[in-house]
């Protein structure tokens, strides 16, 4: 493979790669994301593999590993080209029909195709689906289309067409200007402008400048990155090098955490790919700008995800931040000026260069422009990962992207933003995404988790959650994070275990002003967000598990007990052979009756009772019933 | 060198570029509380004591003195009802580790900290890194150090180091606010000190 | 774990202080934990205080300075895991293996750790042995799959 020297033989190459491709040739596409290989996606692409050498359609038929495109779960996705033809939750013995019906008898096999849980109509197409049709994936779309490792896929669908415009059509502050006039606000959470930080790492006086891409996604629900990293690398890459040429930084990182090994492996088969084609390295399409870029995994520590604590784990040392009385972008890795943003932020500088500022803000609202990458999970019909423009509504992207709660449940809240943010209650839904709204409710938009709860989450819980994962992920360095945080977390188990006390909300609140106003970075200052918000609008369930120890969601271990209902109970055995603990007394016939002094609160017969019976209650705050006396537990035949 | 001016306490200071508030104050006679810091290590910014409130251009934020760079024209305030709160709850809770330590107590008396706000915690280490940096920074011997993060952080003595030059050392041992640093190295002494090592000790 | 092994994994990161992390993954990788020998060892080669070498190995979980056990068994904890349930799967694991999470049995068969999000959070509770990921798991589902492990 030649390298591409000029912008004009890079043109050449994508023409003849586009004219060796038959777009009318059908084109098998399965997503190889994490989530779908986790469901089995491998075997899918050996079954597609096999099936096509067998039936001889080698040269006709396409199939590829794809990147992530979102629907996860009802994975394993494949999405069949040119017509689009969606088909979900796909298994290796599903393919030899596929290709039957589908590729050969140009028929569709309705069993595989969403069908919408309400209407029950069938969609045929990927942009048909519900889940899809109120979406704008101006940054995932191409994750479908595209192999993974191959950067002539990336290619073909116009890859590296915006670092060619940017070096040989627009001066390196030509292009800052674009991005400044874009409004790029930063994705990974914070919402800095992009364009105001560059300018700012471009005008500092020491020369030596890094651009660095933080991949290390840590909050807890949030996988929009994953999918980028390791569906389509090259995207982030081409942001990064045009980045590097609009500060004049030669070197750039990428900083992935180790638990994504997918990503990992896919961005530095990206690298080497692109040194190859001469679209990194030195004097990268005859523009005389060198640029190399090297790749860093993180090893397990959120903190690392703060700028400051992943330029010193850059720099080999323990993530600890540093105070940001001096911004990175002036003094940050090795004291140099550092330009750090977030994946999807990179990911859509290509976009801007390409389609220009005014494009990007036609979209969005006012401060906030753009689209933007969600992880809707949690108790939710349709989990993934979803993008949509800034300025939709919450309740849409729940209820007309996401389906609703399933179960029949009752939505209770909505955690957005990580552990930074907060749970924001029912009416509050039509509030807009954005990077101002949902500060304004005690929470904030973040890097894009949205995890929805029902009924069933005790929100004291939530809040508990949030503390231990802090405590477990503090760097440890300052005092009002290390022990605040520490004193918070003991505060709050004892009133999930029934153990609080009269005046723990008040030391609760006065933790939260010192950790917020005393902290050395922000993961200490926004620690105390999902406690905040949860006493906001949750207030009655922290008093009831105090005053009454009683957790009105039925979710609190030690604050709950499992009891079976005799009106309801059919003495089928089930729930007695798996408890675990063989707490379940009775018989054929006999109705069953928990020992309440055996229960460990597993839920296990609660998970068996068959759902005709549903004879497992969960009680809180209240005495169990007294078991029935021998003599009524036999159940005789109904006359 | 251009010379700073601004304001603490309605007193006007004088600082030299590059002096931290902390500093600055310092030369000015004027005390803001610390715990953490030395004048022969680097600033540290972990206890947060030293917090001070900053007004600049007409937004007042808190920051800690130690680390935030002396500026032209800010006005500082070492106590307000906020700062003092803040410090007040930063020593209850050193107070759960250490509750007896003469400089926490002195600190409680000024700022009415109470003894037994939180549930004690078995370590009296309350993380000032005195003992740490003193070692590198100073006597550059490295012989005791962190592990761990968050709550599980603790220090530790590399037994093979500090077997061979502690015993003629121990300058770290009065920077600690606590007893904690003595029970450590005696611990370590006790439980891994091997007899060749400390006779190579008093070798020397 | 040999001298000459490790030498091999500096001298590819060219003796960089910098990439001390990027090190001690590469051997951790190799031998599956990291004996204070080869913590030494590197300590030496690059010239670097022991004491922020063991902080390093520490403070990052990835790494573990105690042998593992055959199979490493991590339960995702993350939010949208724990929303679904992870708590009870956590709790069958350690019912079924006998030990707690950051723990090894005495038969060097299963490790347990937890792990703050996965990113598989569409097909929460999961959880990953020895690389693999199992998703959409309740109590029963994953105390049969221990089973099969030997």
């Known amino acids: ?639 | 060198m251009s010379v700073i001016q601004f304001e603490i306490d309605g007193k006007e200071v004088t600082a030299a570029e590059g002096m931290t508030i902390l500093e600055a104050a310092q030369s000015a006679g004027i005390s803001i509380p610390t715990l953490c810091h030395h004048e022969k290590l680097e600033p540290y910014g972990g206890c947060r004591v030293c917090i001070i409130e900053v007004e600049e251009r007409g937004w007042a934020k808190l920051v800690v003195s130690c680390v935030y760079p002396a500026q032209n024209g800010i006005i500082v305030r070492t106590r307000s009802e906020k700062v003092d709160r803040i410090r007040k709850t930063i020593i209850e809770l050193l107070m759960a580790h250490a509750p007896d330590s003469p400089q926490l107590v002195e600190m409680a008396n000024t700022y009415g900290a109470a003894r037994d706000r939180f549930e004690k915690d078995p370590s009296f280490c309350i993380h000032c890194g005195l003992c740490v940096r003193y070692c590198a920074e100073v006597a550059k011997k490295n012989a005791i150090g962190f592990v761990d993060r968050g709550i599980n952080k603790e220090i530790s003595f590399i037994p093979e180091i500090a077997a061979k030059v502690c015993h003629d050392c121990k300058e770290c041992f009065q920077l600690c606010p606590t007893a904690y640093l003595q029970a450590t190295f005696v611990l370590t002494e006790s439980l891994a000190f091997s007899p060749s090592s400390k006779e190579l000790a008093k070798e020397g | 774990m040999e001298s000459e092994k490790i030498d091999q994994i500096i001298d590819k990161h060219h003796g960089e202080a910098s990439s001390l992390l990027q090190i001690l993954l590469d051997i951790q990788s190799e031998n599956s934990w990291l004996p204070k020998e080869v913590l030494v060892r590197v300590s030496q080669k690059l010239d670097v205080p022991l004491t922020r070498i063991q902080h390093i190995a520490t403070f990052y979980k990835a790494f573990s300075l105690v042998p593992k056990g055959r199979h490493k068994v991590h339960i995702c904890m993350g939010t949208a895991c724990h929303v679904r349930g992870a708590t009870r799967i956590l709790d069958t694991v350690e019912e079924a293996t006998g030990i707690k999470a950051g723990e090894t049995d005495l038969d060097m068969k299963f490790s347990l750790e937890t792990v703050n999000c996965l990113g598989c959070c569409a097909l929460g509770p999961v959880m990953n042995v020895d690389g693999k990921v199992l998703g959409k798991m309740s109590p029963v589902k994953t105390a049969e799959a221990l089973k099969t492990y030997e």
């Open chain 1, 1 to 639: 493979m030649a390298r591409l020297n000029t912008p004009e033989e890079l043109e050449n190459f994508r023409q003849a790669l586009l004219s060796q491709r038959n777009p009318d040739n059908p084109c098998i596409s399965i997503c190889a994301g994490a989530g779908c290989v986790a469901s089995g996606a491998d075997d899918v692409i050996a079954a597609f593999n096999k099936e096509i050498e067998k039936e001889g359609l080698t040269t006709t038929v396409g199939t590829k590993g794809t990147g992530c495109p979102g629907f996860c779960e009802r994975g394993p996705v494949v999405v069949i080209y040119p017509e689009e033809i969606c088909y979900l939750q796909v298994k290796a013995e599903d393919v030899p029909e596929i290709i039957e019906q589908t590729i050969k008898a140009n028929k569709v096999v309705e069993r595989l195709l969403y069908e919408d849980p309400v209407t029950g109509e069938k969609a045929v197409k990927e942009s048909d689906i519900s889940f899809y049709k109120s979406q704008e994936r101006t940054v995932l779309c191409n994750n479908i289309k595209i192999d993974s490792r191959s950067i002539d896929d990336y290619l073909a669908i116009g890859g590296y067409s915006a670092l060619a415009k940017a070096l040989s059509e627009m001066t390196d502050p030509e292009v800052l200007e674009e991005v400044k006039k874009s409004n790029l606000r930063g994705r990974g959470g914070a919402g800095f402008p992009a364009g105001r930080k560059w300018e700012g790492s471009r005008n500092a006086p020491e020369p030596i400048k890094y651009v660095i891409v933080n991949a290390d996604e840590g909050d807890p629900g949030a996988f929009m990155d994953r999918a980028l990293l390791e569906g389509n690398p090259h995207s982030i890459l081409e942001g990064l090098i045009i980045g590097g040429y609009a500060i004049n930084a030669n070197e750039g990182y990428f900083y992935v955490r180790q638990e994504y090994p997918l990503a990992v492996e896919n961005i530095n088969f990206a690298i080497e790919q692109a040194e190859d084609y001469g679209l990194l390295g030195k004097n990268i399409m005859g523009s005389g700008f060198d640029f190399k870029v090297i790749v860093h995994q993180g090893a397990g520590a959120f903190v690392c995800g703060e700028s400051t604590a992943l330029m010193t784990s850059l720099e080999g040392k323990v993530g600890e931040p540093r105070p940001k009385y001096t911004r990175s972008n002036i003094k940050g890795l090795w004291n140099r000026p550092s330009v750090l943003n977030n994946v999807e932020t990179w990911a859509n500088v290509p976009l801007i260069i390409n389609k220009g500022a005014d494009w990007f803000t036609s979209v969005g609202t006012e401060s906030s422009k753009g689209t933007k990458i969600f992880s809707l999970v949690g108790k939710i019909t349709n989990t993934g990962l979803v993008e949509v423009p800034m300025g939709m509504t919450l309740r849409d992207i729940i209820y007309k992207i996401g389906g609703g709660i399933p179960g029949g449940k009752k939505f209770k809240a909505v955690q957005t933003g990580g552990p930074s943010g907060g749970c924001i209650p029912e009416d509050k839904l039509d509030l807009e995404v954005g990077f101002d709204e949902l500060t304004k409710a005690g929470s904030m938009m973040g890097s894009g988790g949205m995890i929805v709860m029902d009924e069933d989450t005790c929100m004291v819980d939530v809040a508990r959650y949030f503390i231990e994962f802090l405590t477990d992920e503090s760097c440890g360095k300052c005092v009002p994070c290390r022990e605040g945080l520490r004193q918070m977390h003991r505060i709050l188990t004892n009133i999930t275990r029934g153990k609080g006390k009269e005046g723990d909300i008040e030391l609760l609140e006065a933790l939260s002003e010192t950790a917020v106003e005393a902290s050395l970075c922000a993961l200490g200052k926004s620690a105390p967000n999902p406690f905040l918000s949860t006493l906001r609008y949750f207030r009655d369930e922290y008093e009831a598990h105090i005053k009454a120890q009683r957790c009105p969601a039925l979710y609190c271990k030690e604050l709950i007990a499992y009891f079976i209902d005799p009106s309801k109970c059919q003495a089928c055995m089930i729930c007695a052979r798996s408890c675990p603990s063989e707490a379940i007394d009775g018989g054929k016939k006999k109705i069953h009756i928990i020992d309440q002094k055996k229960c460990t609160n597993c839920g296990t017969c609660l998970e068996v009772c068959p759902p005709r019976f549903g004879a497992i209650k969960k009680l809180s705050g209240e005495p169990v019933p007294g078991p029935l006396p021998e003599e009524e537990r036999m159940i005789t035949k109904k006359s």
